[in-house]
């Protein structure tokens, strides 16, 4: 935890959801509060923190989790196409859809641990994607992605009027502020299971699972369905995500499955803090603001930011960070890595905490200044 | 652009806080829930009063297609500073009819947000959406994949925001996926092979036996399935059509069973990479020196592209295929465009940036015309703009599907190269006339002017 | 038959490349205990090896020619040709064979410089910070050959006179239409070689033999006051070399681009773990099954029963291989299981 | 007087070697029973096969009349069967006081149990049974230490503590205290005779004379896979045969 000072999990709940539900606020003065980046966080956020119970707790690495947010995805747009346009059957559909996979490649795959269930499940994930960009296009559309089209049947909804539908809560349009601050709620949700997991006896013996696995066995828990528990836990939070992105943009493509995407969230957990409540959120932020922010500077814009320079300067300055945005943003991700892991083992969190430290310190010390000059003075 | 650029300097100077509160209760409140709620004429992202307009350029900046992104932006460049009268002006010297003047679009300066569509879907529609929502563009373009355009296409109808497509080729994306907010200035599947069918007869003629590799996508289908189409027409037989992963890498499983297929000619329905190693390895497989039937065996690339087929060097050498655009044309358009290219950039432009560049002066052409920002009027003045002097002779944008309709270039790769920019040869210019063809045929609805 | 020998030629020529790849990456495992995800940039950086020499010999003469037009006012000849004539022109064909002498010592230097400089500090840390950090160098390397070379595929042809295809149909009596490119065979062979000099140097050598005992024991060789750190650092070395020349010779069959790294990196990662991890004989065993199964399931034969098998075939063997034989097909006992 | 674990003809080969060779033995409730033997004698070899984690041959093991053969770990834990083991197998990665909470929690939630949203703050019984022994074995001052930065003898007995909170009816000790310093040798010993005051039935594997003289109602000793005498410490001690394999005929 960042605060560890905070013990009430009621107090850490309430600034949590003061803080997501304010990030329209604070996040527009760094260029990232407008809905879809808004819903962006609050969506990756949700996997990545789902991904953590089972990485984070079990220190089992999944390399396939992107199968079940592509499920997800799917669900709530067949749910979108067949059924209604509102929001919760499809929430509800793709959750559960994504657990029966989970179930089913949490099966297999647990069998092996280490690297071999990590490559399992990458095998797993690279054969759904593989099938649905090409065999299996009639269910998913393939390369161009699931979307509605007007012929849908839709039969829970009346007939369509011009032009596709768009998804609704109850008539309340899902797209813009309104989308994201469904997902906002989905997020807080999500993170009050998860702090629930953390601080419960079933998250305390998955983590003793991480710890030494033989042991448990000894001493009286059959841990595969601890796993596999788990393993669905986080399936249905992948799913879940994967709904909402069809929620906020009702298409869904294979792409979605693709390994990059599994790795994309592991790599938001391991850099945001592996096994912390809050860091596997701060990594999906990070990756997300660097590929929808860095990616979109290009020169005209850098020439803006610097403009307060001298302009011999603002050349140089623009000439280099050019170099680490626009097309360049995969190097400064790629630097990024490098640098949390080598200096920050722990992640974001483990930097966040040594600040805290090192300001309280400095706070401190401070203090015992003034109380030694306030001292002196007498 | 002052209230803009104020804006950027002060955050760097100053803290964040007092601005972000500021701009987020001007902009973020008023914007809820109020999808539905637009007075009459008024539009998302309507520039209204202000000084000037921004193009978002949504173009592949990582992966594959970079590079073709790359030039694609370069073009968009070209095309704003011409739009807002700067440097030589480029096609505004040429295009008929034109209502552009050199000074931005009904009196604003041309602005430009760009991003990177990873050649994604998901990925571009992020950007697409970031363009809309945070940067308030009026018009999205670019991309360098069919996937791509549909899945910008489909996000920019449910905006209202006009998407003009970059590079796609497949016919879906003015067929069964086309959208009243969409627009293709690229040729398609069909057209290039209508355009390719009387070539090859004259070169191979009638009887002939094809067998087809294909990238396993919606794009590698249509243009299979366009291709055989045509060569059926022409009485050739069709030994098989093999479908291939996309990103295979190494072809040579799909290879070694063409060779005592029977079939005397291959035609590779991949794009970008595929079509680089495909081509590579089945020169290196010894096709092209192969007689079957007592023929010469031949390969064909539908879907040329100059920028990928530098990646098969001497491989491309006499192969057969068709392109949207070269930089070689003699027409007027293209001269004065390769001009203004080669100037900025020192190298001649891609098809690509072509298209990519002609697309931003159409949409700019409409609305200066329309004399209103308001996208159904805009479309309306697309839809059926028949136009000469951008390239490939006089075009057509045809209202029932958007498609522009143009003439074709057949290619060949060039024997003897003078320079690396040199390796296509126009063998053909095929006629607007014999590459149309019926919207009906692929289906599809555009879907309402207003949303 | 004749498909089928063709279709084993073409899982043996992909099963080399697999071998190659998977072989250093095992090697760095078994004796580092490294999962490094930037092995896959060392074959990349192995095939722009080659690319660049190609470039470098190809530097021109720039000499203007004012009868063509606009952008071809410079008729460009290589200073090897202008020189050299005949010869000039022969060593630029040759130009990817010459590129092996070069990429070995500049892929063992990068090799060492990655140990030595970032890899070492990295043996204590858990596997999952292992695969963050690589997999961030490897992008920063993919980037920068990105920024100097483009997105596009290069071109980098085989030498003319083994361009073309060998007519083995006619030398083993099928016909003509068995043919084989040359440049193929060629790798075949290569692979097979460099496998077999690792495997030799692994076998033979005292250095070797202190490699071997340290994969297998590391704490207990150390104690034996063998400096095992140092000859890791050289197994390292090795396995970049071995990457970067898988690299180079790939690049004829496929134009190197900045991105083929990523593409081989789950394979090669499914071929070592099939192989069982940190097993050298597991990895070479496991590319080649692999690379025939895969050339079999491509058959038009195979995939009219089974649409899309070529897709998922490699996946589906390693389950079936994980599943049936734990430790994959060679691999020691409570390796990288927890 | 009933025999909590009857052991019968097992047979163990590794290879060709004979690890095990019909070994019988029962144990009866309430004694503590020690095995010694020279190294490789198949001392530890006996002790997994009681406990699922290898599977003999041949023969059967029962608990409480009922075969554990075959059975995995986690259920003969359950039916009352725990083992302490002599390499400290314990959560390094958790706090000392955890990694006793989470054998008391085995005892209570079963071999499965999922609750996910029950606060561990809230297991005030389990967290007082867990410091209760933890004080017992004199780890009190550490219970919120990283269980895997202490010291190699207070591992071992922590290791003790996490087999005592299940409350067995049958403990399993492999060499509780080998490496172990004499005082702290001492200590443990005093415990294990505090332990066996409440009548808790033990197995105890040691090579310290010292501990299973000052321990043992019965001892074993298998020489070479085969058990070659059997009776109370005093029987033993007199037993040339004994004397011969194990010490190669020094006195005991």
């Given at each position: 935890m960042i605060v560890p000072s905070i013990r009430n999990d009621w107090v850490i709940m309430a600034i949590f959801t003061a803080v997501v539900l304010t990030a329209p606020l604070w996040l527009t003065p760094v260029g990232a509060g407008y809905p879809d980046l808004l819903q962006k966080f609050a969506i990756f956020g949700i996997f990545a923190i789902g991904f953590n119970i089972l990485f984070g707790l079990t220190g089992y690495l999944s390399f396939g989790h992107a199968v079940f947010l592509g499920v997800g995805s799917y669900t709530a747009v067949w749910s979108f196409k067949l059924l209604t346009m509102n929001v919760l059957p499809a929430v509800i559909f793709a959750t559960l859809l994504a657990g029966v996979f989970a179930v089913v490649i949490g099966y297999v795959s647990l069998r092996r641990s280490g690297i071999y269930f990590s490559i399992l499940t990458l095998?797993?994930?690279?054969?759904?994607?593989?099938?649905?960009?090409?065999?299996?296009?009639?269910?998913?559309?393939?390369?161009?992605?699931?979307?509605?089209?007007?012929?849908?049947?839709?039969?829970?909804?009346?007939?369509?009027?011009?032009?596709?539908?768009?998804?609704?809560?109850?008539?309340?349009?899902?797209?813009?502020?309104?989308?994201?601050?469904?997902?906002?709620?989905?997020?807080?949700?999500?993170?009050?299971?998860?702090?629930?997991?953390?601080?419960?006896?079933?998250?305390?013996?998955?983590?003793?699972?991480?710890?030494?696995?033989?042991?448990?066995?000894?001493?009286?828990?059959?841990t595969r369905p601890y796993l596999l528990t788990a393993f669905v836990i986080s399936g249905m939070y992948a799913g879940l995500a994967g709904s909402l992105m069809a929620i906020t943009d009702p298409l869904a493509g294979a792409e979605r499955m693709q390994w990059t995407a599994s790795g994309e969230v592991v790599l938001m957990t391991i850099l945001g803090g592996t096994g912390t409540l809050?860091?596997?959120?701060?990594?999906?932020?990070?990756?997300?603001?660097?590929?929808?922010?860095?990616?979109?500077?290009?020169?005209?814009?850098?020439?803006?930011?610097?403009?307060?320079?001298?302009?011999?300067?603002?050349?140089?300055?623009?000439?280099?960070?050019?170099?680490?945005?626009?097309?360049?943003?995969?190097?400064?991700?790629?630097?990024?890595?490098?640098?949390?892991?080598?200096?920050?083992?722990?992640?974001?969190?483990?930097?966040?905490?040594?600040?805290?430290?090192?300001?309280?310190?400095?706070?401190?010390?401070?203090?015992?200044?003034?109380?030694?000059?306030?001292?002196?003075?007498? | 652009m002052s209230e803009d650029k104020s804006k950027i300097s002060e955050l760097s100077r100053r803290g964040f806080i007092k601005v972000g509160a500021t701009a987020v209760t001007a902009a973020s409140m008023p914007m809820f829930f109020v999808k539905d709620a637009w007075a009459a004429k008024d539009f998302r992202n309507n520039p209204g009063n202000a000084g000037s307009v921004k193009f978002g350029f949504n173009v592949p900046q990582t992966g594959a297609y970079a590079d073709e992104g790359a030039d694609e932006l370069r073009a968009y460049k070209l095309a704003v500073k011409h739009i807002n009268g700067e440097g030589d002006g480029g096609m505004l010297n040429t295009m008929k009819p034109l209502s552009l003047k050199g000074n931005g679009i009904l009196g604003k300066k041309v602005e430009y947000v760009t991003g990177d569509t990873q050649t994604k879907s998901d990925a571009a529609r992020a950007s697409a959406k970031r363009m809309i929502e945070k940067d308030g563009v009026v018009m999205i373009t670019g991309g360098s994949s069919s996937g791509v355009a549909v899945a910008v296409q489909g996000l920019c109808q449910e905006m209202g925001v006009i998407f003009m497509a970059g590079l796609t080729h497949s016919n879906d994306t003015t067929g069964k996926d086309k959208r009243r907010y969409g627009f293709r200035h690229f040729f398609n599947a069909y057209m290039s092979g209508a355009a390719l069918g009387p070539v090859l007869q004259k070169e191979m003629g009638t009887e002939r036996k094809a067998y087809h590799?294909?990238?396993?996508?919606?794009?590698?289908?249509?243009?299979?399935?366009?291709?055989?189409?045509?060569?059926?027409?022409?009485?050739?037989?069709?030994?098989?059509?093999?479908?291939?992963?996309?990103?295979?890498?190494?072809?040579?499983?799909?290879?070694?069973?063409?060779?005592?297929?029977?079939?005397?000619?291959?035609?590779?329905?991949?794009?970008?990479?595929?079509?680089?190693?495909?081509?590579?390895?089945?020169?290196?497989?010894?096709?092209?020196?192969?007689?079957?039937?007592?023929?010469?065996?031949?390969?064909?690339?539908p879907l040329f592209s100059r920028l990928m087929a530098q990646g098969a060097g001497d491989n491309i050498k006499g192969i057969l295929g068709t392109t949207n655009w070269h930089w070689s044309l003699q027409d007027?358009?293209?001269?004065?465009?390769?001009?203004?290219?080669?100037?900025?950039?020192?190298?001649?432009?891609?098809?690509?940036?072509?298209?990519?560049?002609?697309?931003?002066?159409?949409?700019?052409?409409?609305?200066?015309?329309?004399?209103s920002f308001y996208p159904p009027e805009v479309i309306k003045q697309l839809e059926g703009f028949k136009f000469d002097g951008a390239g490939n002779g006089p075009t057509e944008y045809r209202a029932d599907d958007h498609q522009c309709f143009k003439d074709v270039l057949v290619v060949r790769g060039n024997e003897a190269p003078s320079s690396q920019f040199d390796i296509l040869k126009v063998e053909q210019i095929v006629p607007r006339s014999q590459v149309e063809y019926d919207a009906k045929i692929f289906g599809g609805e555009l879907g309402p002017y207003e949303v | 038959m004749d498909a089928i020998l063709l279709q084993i030629l073409n899982g043996l020529d992909k099963g080399g490349a697999y071998a190659l790849i998977a072989l250093g990456l095992t090697l760095v495992f078994g004796t580092l205990g490294v999962v490094n995800f930037a092995h896959g940039a060392l074959f990349m950086l192995g095939a722009f090896c080659a690319v660049t020499v190609q470039k470098i010999l190809t530097i021109s003469m720039k000499v203007k020619d004012e009868s063509i037009t606009f952008f071809d006012a410079y008729k460009e000849q290589p200073y090897l040709e202008i020189w050299f004539g005949d010869f000039g022109t022969a060593?630029?064909?040759?130009?990817?064979?010459?590129?092996?002498?070069?990429?070995?010592?500049?892929?063992?230097?990068?090799?060492?410089?990655?140990?030595?400089?970032?890899?070492?500090?990295?043996?204590?840390?858990?596997?999952?910070?292992?695969?963050?950090?690589?997999?961030?160098?490897?992008?920063?390397?993919?980037?920068?050959?990105?920024?100097?070379?483009?997105?596009?595929?290069?071109?980098?042809?085989?030498?003319?006179?083994?361009?073309?295809?060998?007519?083995?149909?006619?030398?083993?009596?099928?016909?003509?239409?068995?043919?084989?490119?040359?440049?193929?065979?060629?790798?075949?062979?290569?692979?097979?070689?460099?496998?077999?000099?690792?495997?030799?140097?692994?076998?033979?050598?005292?250095?070797g033999m202190v490699v071997r005992a340290g994969m297998h024991d590391r704490e207990t060789v150390g104690l034996l006051g063998i400096d095992v750190e140092h000859r890791f650092t050289i197994v390292f070395g090795i396995a970049a070399v071995v990457a970067g020349l898988a690299g180079v010779m790939y690049a004829p069959i496929l134009p190197p681009d900045y991105h083929m790294g990523m593409d081989f990196l789950v394979l090669s990662f499914v071929v070592v773990v099939v192989g069982g991890m940190g097993s050298l004989g597991g990895a070479v065993a496991a590319g080649f099954l692999l690379g025939i199964l895969q050339s079999f399931a491509s058959m038009n034969e195979v995939k009219a029963i089974i649409p899309g098998i070529d897709q998922i075939i490699i996946y589906l063997v390693a389950v079936i291989i994980i599943l049936v034989r734990p430790r994959g097909l060679m691999g020691r006992k409570g390796v990288m299981e927890d | 007087m009933s025999i909590v674990l009857s052991i019968k003809n097992v047979d163990k080969t590794f290879g060709g070697l004979h690890a095990l060779g019909d070994i019988n033995l029962d144990i009866e409730e309430g004694k503590t029973h020690a095995i010694i033997g020279p190294n490789g004698a198949g001392k530890s070899t006996l002790l997994n096969c009681c406990i699922g984690r290898l599977i003999p041959d041949s023969g059967t093991v029962e608990f409480d009349g009922k075969n554990m053969i075959g059975m995995q770990p986690h259920e003969i834990n359950h039916a009352g069967m725990v083992r302490v083991f002599q390499t400290p197998e314990i959560f390094p990665d958790l706090s000392v006081l955890q990694n006793v909470m989470i054998p008391a929690l085995a005892k209570r939630d079963g071999t499965f149990k999922f609750n996910a949203f029950g606060s561990l703050a809230a297991e005030k019984g389990i967290e007082a049974d867990a410091v209760h022994i933890l004080e017992d074995m004199g780890l009190k001052a550490h219970i919120h230490k990283h269980a895997g930065s202490m010291s190699r003898g207070d591992k071992r007995r922590l290791e003790l503590a996490m087999g005592l909170v299940q409350h067995p009816r049958l403990l399993l000790l492999d060499e509780p205290t080998a490496g172990m310093a004499r005082h702290d040798t001492n200590r443990t010993i005093d415990l294990l005779k505090r332990i066996k005051e409440r009548g808790m039935t033990k197995i105890i594997i040691e090579h310290d004379m010292h501990v299973v003289f000052s321990l043992a109602d019965r001892i074993s000793v298998l020489a070479q896979g085969r058990i070659i005498a059997s009776g109370t410490p005093d029987e033993i001690r007199g037993n040339p045969k004994v004397q011969e394999a194990y010490l190669g005929g020094a006195e005991l």
């Open positions: 095998a797993f994930a690279q054969m759904s994607y593989n099938m649905a960009y090409s065999v299996l296009t009639p269910i998913t559309n393939g390369e161009t992605g699931l979307q509605l089209t007007m012929n849908d049947p839709r039969i829970l909804d009346g007939p369509a009027g011009q032009g596709l539908p768009s998804t609704t809560l109850f008539g309340l349009d899902m797209s813009g502020y309104a989308g994201f601050y469904f997902c906002a709620v989905m997020l807080i949700i999500a993170f009050f299971i998860s702090l629930r997991i953390f601080r419960s006896p079933f998250g305390l013996k998955l983590l003793a699972i991480k710890s030494n696995q033989t042991r448990m066995k000894y001493t009286g828990f059959n809050l860091g596997p959120l701060f990594g999906a932020g990070i990756i997300k603001y660097f590929e929808n922010i860095f990616s979109a500077m290009n020169d005209g814009r850098l020439h803006e930011i610097f403009s307060f320079l001298p302009d011999w300067l603002e050349n140089i300055v623009v000439a280099i960070t050019g170099e680490f945005v626009g097309d360049g943003w995969h190097l400064t991700l790629g630097l990024l890595f490098m640098i949390v892991v080598i200096f920050l083992p722990g992640g974001v969190v483990e930097g966040i905490r040594r600040a805290n430290g090192f300001l309280r310190r400095l706070v401190q010390s401070s203090g015992t200044n003034t109380a030694t000059l306030a001292a002196e003075k007498e | 590799l294909t990238a396993d996508y919606t794009w590698g289908w249509t243009q299979e399935e366009s291709i055989k189409n045509t060569t059926e027409a022409l009485g050739w037989q069709t030994t098989a059509a093999v479908r291939t992963p996309v990103g295979a890498g190494d072809f040579s499983q799909y290879i070694t069973p063409v060779l005592n297929s029977g079939a005397d000619v291959l035609i590779l329905n991949h794009y970008g990479k595929d079509m680089i190693n495909s081509l590579t390895q089945a020169v290196q497989f010894g096709l092209r020196d192969k007689q079957v039937n007592g023929k010469n065996f031949e390969i064909i690339v007027e358009g293209s001269k004065a465009f390769v001009k203004s290219f080669g100037q900025e950039y020192g190298f001649p432009p891609s098809q690509a940036a072509q298209t990519t560049y002609v697309q931003a002066l159409l949409y700019a052409n409409a609305v200066e015309s329309a004399g | 060593i630029i064909d040759w130009s990817v064979p010459i590129s092996i002498l070069l990429a070995m010592p500049i892929m063992l230097l990068i090799g060492l410089a990655m140990e030595r400089g970032l890899i070492r500090h990295f043996y204590k840390r858990s596997h999952a910070e292992q695969i963050l950090v690589t997999f961030g160098l490897a992008i920063v390397l993919q980037e920068i050959v990105k920024s100097f070379f483009g997105a596009n595929p290069i071109p980098s042809p085989a030498p003319g006179i083994v361009s073309g295809s060998a007519p083995i149909g006619v030398l083993l009596g099928l016909g003509e239409s068995v043919v084989y490119p040359w440049w193929r065979m060629i790798y075949l062979l290569f692979s097979g070689a460099v496998i077999f000099a690792v495997f030799a140097f692994l076998q033979f050598t005292t250095f | -």
